[in-house]
């Protein structure tokens, strides 16, 4: 009999939960040779992009960050350490190495990619922590000698990590200030949004912390073009900010193999249902993670939520229990204030984020966060996690 066949594509936060998950869920099949899990990471390292905000921010070092791969992966996971070139939806198989594999069901977890390249003048002028460790911690480097001058941070939408451009300007501040520099130093944020965040409730702790840490904010601020020689940033709506330093979060989209596979919009993102994670009511495809066009945080909480949810939905479609799984849309996302204070921007698809006092209760559990995500991964935290929260899902049943 032949081996009915689950493929991931993407070795980030969601499609290593995927693979844990789907493996510890089929146990059983796996182990009697009637099911197999393979996961195809275009990295031998996992890096926890979180961290990238320490190396920028504090000059931590990167490979504390980093781990391979293979050691996070349940033994039973068919570990394939190269890129998939194309997917073929219609005939059910994916394109690597010049060979074919086919799928009985396939799991796109390719994430997001930040692209200063689509600006006129923004990957020449400026500074950014998202594209990856190496460019934080040129970041860092360029802080470390900045001692004067305009310091703009400028956020660009559609980004991962709602947080990360708040938390940066807080950071870059806090810095200044610990450096006896902050009196020399001019610092402006600036967002496309109409807050200082875009959820109200986050803008109302997030605004009057700015104007007492003299951080100047400039909202509706869609970024235009830089002038690289001028040192000048222009804005859509006719504004200009002048900085000797610009730190930027681009603005991402999808993966390269979602354009080349025409599988996605315009920006790279995947059609997906908000709830089932299931790509344009497929039964045997999912999308996870970064890489859909739902409009909720792109992080890693909900890669790791919606990650969970299409195991569920796969191993329930594959022994035919007529149960659906539904994401119920909870985020849970840190949000750093600078000294040693955090909120939580927590919510779901029903309830919007409500305001919270800045705690160092939170800041804590965001700093342990990096030493327990490895675990995390391995779904070994997952039952504490619900105790805490509840389920990120609700069941529905269909009747057949
Ligand atoms: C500075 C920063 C701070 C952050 N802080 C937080 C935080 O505090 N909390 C939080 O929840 N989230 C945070 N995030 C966001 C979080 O890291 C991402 O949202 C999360 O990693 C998304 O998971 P994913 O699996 O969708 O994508 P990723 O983790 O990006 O994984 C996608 C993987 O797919 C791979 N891939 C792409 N194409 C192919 C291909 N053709 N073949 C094989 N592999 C492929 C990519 O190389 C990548 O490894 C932060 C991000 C940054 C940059």
């Given at each position: 009999?032949?081996?009915?066949?689950?493929?991931?594509?993407?070795?980030?936060?969601?499609?290593?939960?995927?693979?844990?998950?789907?493996?510890?869920?089929?146990?059983?099949?796996?182990?009697?040779?009637?099911?197999?899990?393979?996961?195809?990471?275009?990295?031998?390292?996992?890096?926890?992009?979180?961290?990238?905000?320490?190396?920028?921010?504090?000059?931590?070092?990167?490979?504390?960050?980093?781990?391979?791969?293979?050691?996070?992966?349940?033994?039973?996971?068919?570990?394939?350490?190269?890129?998939?070139?194309?997917?073929?939806?219609?005939?059910?198989?994916?394109?690597?190495?010049?060979?074919?594999?086919?799928?009985?069901?396939?799991?796109?977890?390719?994430?997001?990619?930040?692209?200063?390249?689509?600006?006129?003048?923004?990957?020449?002028?400026?500074?950014?922590?998202?594209?990856?460790?190496?460019?934080?911690?040129?970041?860092?480097?360029?802080?470390?000698?900045?001692?004067?001058?305009?310091?703009?941070?400028?956020?660009?939408?559609?980004?991962?990590?709602?947080?990360?451009?708040?938390?940066?300007?807080?950071?870059?501040?806090?810095?200044?200030?610990?450096?006896?520099?902050?009196?020399?130093?001019?610092?402006?944020?600036?967002?496309?949004?109409?807050?200082?965040?875009?959820?109200?409730?986050?803008?109302?702790?997030?605004e009057p912390l700015m104007?007492?840490?003299?951080?100047?904010?400039?909202?509706?601020?869609?970024?235009?073009?830089?002038?690289?020689k001028l040192r000048k940033?222009?804005?859509?709506?006719?504004?200009?900010?002048?900085?000797?330093?610009?730190?930027?979060?681009?603005?991402?989209?999808?993966?390269?193999?979602?354009?080349?596979?025409?599988?996605?919009?315009?920006?790279?993102?995947?059609?997906?249902?908000?709830?089932?994670?299931?790509?344009?009511?497929?039964?045997?495809?999912?999308?996870?993670?970064?890489?859909?066009?739902?409009?909720?945080?792109?992080?890693?909480?909900?890669?790791?939520?919606?990650?969970?949810?299409?195991?569920?939905?796969?191993?329930?479609?594959?022994?035919?229990?007529?149960?659906?799984?539904?994401?119920?849309?909870?985020?849970?996302?840190?949000?750093?204030?600078?000294?040693?204070?955090?909120?939580?921007?927590?919510?779901?698809?029903?309830?919007?984020?409500?305001?919270?006092?800045?705690?160092?209760?939170?800041?804590?559990?965001?700093?342990?966060?990096?030493?327990?995500?490895?675990?995390?991964?391995?779904?070994?935290?997952?039952?504490?996690?619900?105790?805490?929260?509840?389920?990120?899902?609700?069941?529905?049943?269909?009747?057949?």
């Amino acid at each position: 009999m032949t081996p009915k066949r689950v493929v991931v594509v993407g070795g980030g936060t969601g499609g290593t939960i995927l693979a844990n998950k789907m493996v510890s869920l089929l146990r059983s099949e796996t182990s009697e040779g009637k099911a197999e899990v393979h996961l195809f990471a275009d990295s031998t390292e996992h890096v926890f992009s979180p961290g990238n905000l320490d190396i920028a921010f504090r000059g931590m070092v990167p490979a504390s960050f980093r781990r391979r791969e293979a050691a996070l992966l349940n033994r039973r996971v068919v570990l394939h350490e190269t890129a998939v070139n194309r997917i073929d939806l219609m005939n059910r198989t994916i394109l690597y190495d010049s060979k074919v594999l086919n799928y009985d069901y396939l799991v796109l977890a390719t994430g997001s990619v930040a692209r200063p390249d689509v600006i006129e003048g923004l990957k020449e002028a400026s500074h950014n922590f998202h594209t990856g460790q190496e460019d934080a911690r040129k970041t860092w480097e360029a802080l470390s000698r900045f001692s004067k001058g305009k310091l703009v941070v400028l956020t660009n939408i559609p980004h991962k990590c709602p947080p990360s451009p708040v938390e940066a300007v807080f950071l870059v501040e806090e810095l200044m200030r610990e450096r006896g520099l902050r009196d020399k130093v001019e610092i402006y944020y600036a967002t496309p949004y109409t807050r200082a965040y875009p959820a109200p409730a986050i803008a109302d702790v997030v605004e009057p912390l700015m104007e007492k840490r003299g951080i100047r904010l400039y909202n509706m601020f869609n970024t235009d073009y830089v002038d690289t020689k001028l040192r000048k940033v222009y804005s859509i709506e006719g504004e200009e900010l002048e900085f000797d330093m610009l730190i930027t979060v681009p603005p991402h989209r999808g993966a390269d193999i979602v354009f080349r596979s025409e599988i996605g919009d315009a920006e790279g993102w995947i059609p997906t249902d908000r709830e089932t994670m299931r790509y344009s009511n497929s039964d045997d495809v999912y999308v996870v993670g970064d890489a859909t066009n739902i409009p909720i945080s792109k992080s890693g909480v909900v890669a790791h939520l919606e990650a969970i949810v299409a195991a569920e939905n796969i191993t329930s479609d594959y022994f035919g229990t007529g149960k659906v799984y539904c994401y119920t849309g909870r985020i849970n996302c840190p949000l750093e204030l600078g000294g040693n204070r955090a909120v939580f921007v927590s919510a779901t698809y029903e309830k919007p984020p409500t305001r919270q006092k800045p705690s160092e209760m939170k800041y804590l559990m965001k700093r342990t966060f990096a030493s327990i995500y490895w675990e995390m991964l391995k779904g070994r935290l997952d039952p504490l996690f619900d105790l805490y929260f509840g389920k990120p899902y609700r069941v529905r049943v269909v009747e057949h």
